[in-house]
Structures are given as structure tokens and as C-alpha cells.
């Protein structure tokens, strides 16, 4: 696993991964199909793996957060870089920093929370988490009244971030005033496009973000990295067609759940047996495992 500093040259390097959890039946870490889902996303030339909302990282216990710190970092090839979450509860992150001090990630995101927050509230207990494990955090911000422009800005210029995960979802990409302000007052080769393979070219050619998230590129990890280079080569005609090939398996993402969707699909698509959801998720209705399994198979043959 990667433990040095992250840059914005590693932000470009790869698709930022963000992978479901595998469990067994007894909803423990499943450190085998795990594994199998982390290979198959290294071997498709991504290497950057983000453990956030499609892992249910938002209920995963206490008790259990330190054993499932140690064996992501002990699955990842030397060269992937790893990054978990915290959060997103002010004191459940708080309590998780003292099991972060003791890892060897560069960065932890933080869970965004939604309700029951201020952006000077935020700004105060991101600034005490990233005081607490010694090292810059990455900043989520998927909700537009969870941190202003100011407050990102603010945490940017204590020297704490890391980098920018930025995920609002607008019916325009191309039309995001929050966006067109943030990019003009932090560093846009620190914010990364945080909404899957759809927004990729309006949010890294007309606000010049430096890469993005997506959970598709667990079924094909090839073809999200052809649709980055494509995108930074300038070849938009390409990146359209990719953007197309995936645009199946994203739609049922936003029409039924992004977590629930991606977690079956890894599962259909034959990489893992992802097993059962977290509470306070669960699994799809037949029809939807049908519709699901249809996309996967569509996605693993399609080719450019």
C-alpha cells in the first residue's frame, strides 16, 4: 500500500475506485472476496481504492474498524493507495482517529453528514479530526448546505486537505455555481470529480478538476482508465462512447440505490460474492437483480 503523501500527480494517474465490501453470511469482513475485488481493479490499471458509501462505511462498528483498517492495507499491491473513511458523527470519527494514528494511510475521507451540521460547525470538527491523526484529510462534499465555499476554502488554507471529493449531482454538470466558485478560490488539481463516469467531461475540461471517483470501474476497471486518458488526451469523441457503455449500469445506480446496485453487480458480474448488504441496507427485488445482471453482462463484453 501507498503511505506516502498523496499528490495531485496521483490523482491523475488513476480512476479513483470506490469498491463495495464484501461480507459473509455472518456480515463479517470477507478478507478472501474482498481480496478478488481489489485484483480485479488492479489488474484493469486503477490503483487508487476509496472506501466510502459503496463499502457502508457509514454503519460499519466500532468494534470492527481497526481489524477491517488492517486488512484493506494488507490486500493492496505496494503501489495501490488506500483510503478509508471516518464519520461521519462527530464523536464516532473522533473515537476512529485514535485507531488512524496507529495505520500508515496517508488520508482518511470523511464521511459527509447531512442534518444536524453548520459549515463552521464542519470546518471546527474536520479541523480537530485532521489535528487528531497528524495527517490532511480528504473533504466529501455532497451535500451543498454541509460545507460553503468559504469553509473549504478556509480548511484548504490551514494546510489539512488532502484533496476534494466533490459529488453534488446537478442536472447540468456543465451549470454548477458552487463548483465554478470553488475552482476559483482552491486549486482545481485538488478537487476530483466525485459522481461516477457521467459528469467526467464537463467537471475535468470546463472546471479543470484533476480525476474522479467512480463505483462502475469495479466491473470494468479497463475501460473507466481508457475513458481518463481519453479525456485527458483530449479524445472527447472517445470518452463519449465509454461515457454510453456505462451509462446502463449508472442509470439503475440513481433509479434504485448507487450502494445496493454496485453491490449486487460486482456479485452478478462473477468477480466476488459481495454477500449479504449491511443493515441499515439491504439487497434488490428479483426484477432489479435481472435488470442489474443484464447491464453487468452488457458492460463485461462491450468494447470501443
Not at 459522481?195 to 479497463?222: M, S, W, Y
Request: hydrophobic share 40%; with cysteine; net charge negative.
Amino acid at each position: 500500500m501507498q503511505t506516502r503523501p498523496v499528490t495531485p500527480e496521483d490523482l491523475a494517474r488513476s480512476v479513483i475506485a470506490v469498491p463495495p465490501m464484501a461480507r459473509d453470511c455472518d456480515l463479517k469482513f470477507h478478507r478472501g472476496e474482498n481480496e478478488k475485488i481489489v485484483r480485479h481493479i488492479e489488474e484493469g490499471n486503477v490503483n487508487i481504492l476509496l472506501y466510502g458509501g459503496n463499502a457502508n462505511f457509514y454503519h460499519i462498528a466500532p468494534s470492527e474498524y481497526e481489524q477491517v483498517l488492517g486488512e484493506l492495507a494488507s490486500i493492496a499491491a505496494p503501489d495501490t493507495l488506500v483510503i478509508p473513511s471516518a464519520g461521519p458523527a462527530y464523536g464516532v470519527m473522533m473515537d476512529q482517529a485514535e485507531v488512524i494514528k496507529g495505520t500508515d494511510y496517508p488520508t482518511v475521507m470523511v464521511l459527509p453528514h447531512q442534518g444536524l451540521t453548520t459549515s463552521e460547525g464542519v470546518v471546527r470538527g474536520l479541523s480537530r479530526f485532521a489535528e487528531k491523526i497528524g495527517r490532511p484529510i480528504v473533504v466529501y462534499i455532497k451535500y451543498g448546505d454541509y460545507l460553503s465555499v468559504e469553509g473549504t476554502k478556509e480548511l484548504v488554507d490551514a494546510g489539512i486537505v488532502s484533496w476534494i471529493k466533490y459529488a453534488i449531482v446537478r442536472e447540468n454538470p456543465a451549470d454548477d455555481p458552487f463548483l465554478t466558485r470553488l475552482v476559483d478560490v482552491v486549486d482545481p488539481r485538488i478537487i476530483v470529480s466525485g459522481i461516477g463516469e457521467q459528469p467526467v467531461i464537463e467537471h475535468l475540461v470546463d472546471f479543470k478538476v484533476n480525476g474522479f471517483t467512480a463505483g462502475c470501474v469495479c466491473v470494468r476497471p479497463d475501460l473507466s482508465d481508457r475513458l481518463l486518458k481519453a479525456v485527458q488526451a483530449g479524445d472527447l469523441d472517445l470518452a463519449r462512447r465509454i461515457q454510453a457503455i456505462f451509462k446502463p449500469l449508472e442509470d439503475l445506480r440513481n433509479g434504485i440505490n448507487p450502494v445496493r446496485v454496485l453491490h449486487e453487480a460486482v456479485r452478478l458480474s462473477g468477480i466476488a460474492d459481495t454477500g449479504p448488504a449491511l443493515p441499515l441496507l439491504s439487497g434488490v427485488t428479483p426484477d432489479q437483480e435481472g435488470a442489474i445482471l443484464a447491464a453487468v453482462e452488457a458492460l463485461k463484453v462491450a468494447s470501443v
